[in-house]
């Protein structure tokens, strides 16, 4: 039996430069900053309802979590949504790459860059329809 999770809840991500991930995240994506923690340099930012991403500078965290490259993570976007985010994403002087999946109910994906080389993707498919 799995354990019964309706999504993720936190991401933590180390960042060299703490205020130009926030300008990334905060200022070009537009998700809020919802906590500060100066005695940690970390802030954390919300991704959706339902997601909180932690940007720290390096540390070791909470049972000695440590932090590290993160190749790549995925969120999800509604389809209706899709061109006007990626506009904005263009507008904002992002470099968008965009892919189409065939295999994935004919999904796109725009990929994005943090300031420290996370790969950003905001994806049509929900991940959800593995369960279906």
């Not at 991930?21 to 900053?33: I, R």
């Not at 340099?41 to 500078?57: C, F």
């Not at 295999?103 to 994906?109: D, G, L, M, N």
């Amino acid at each position: 039996m799995a354990i019964p999770v309706s999504g993720v809840s936190e991401l933590v991500l180390e960042v060299v430069d703490l205020e130009a991930s926030e300008a990334f995240y905060a200022g070009a994506l537009g998700f809020p900053v919802v906590d500060r923690w100066p005695d940690r340099e970390a802030i954390w930012v919300m991704a959706g309802d339902r997601t909180r991403i932690g940007l720290w500078r390096p540390q070791v965290g909470l049972e000695k979590g440590r932090g590290g490259v993160h190749v790549h993570f995925a969120m999800h976007i509604a389809e209706a949504d899709y061109d006007a985010a990626v506009a904005e994403l263009r507008a904002k002087g992002l470099e968008v790459a965009e892919h189409a999946f065939g295999a994935y109910q004919h999904s796109r994906a725009a990929y994005v860059n943090d300031p420290d080389g996370h790969l950003v993707e905001f994806w049509t498919w929900d991940v959800a329809h593995h369960l279906d």
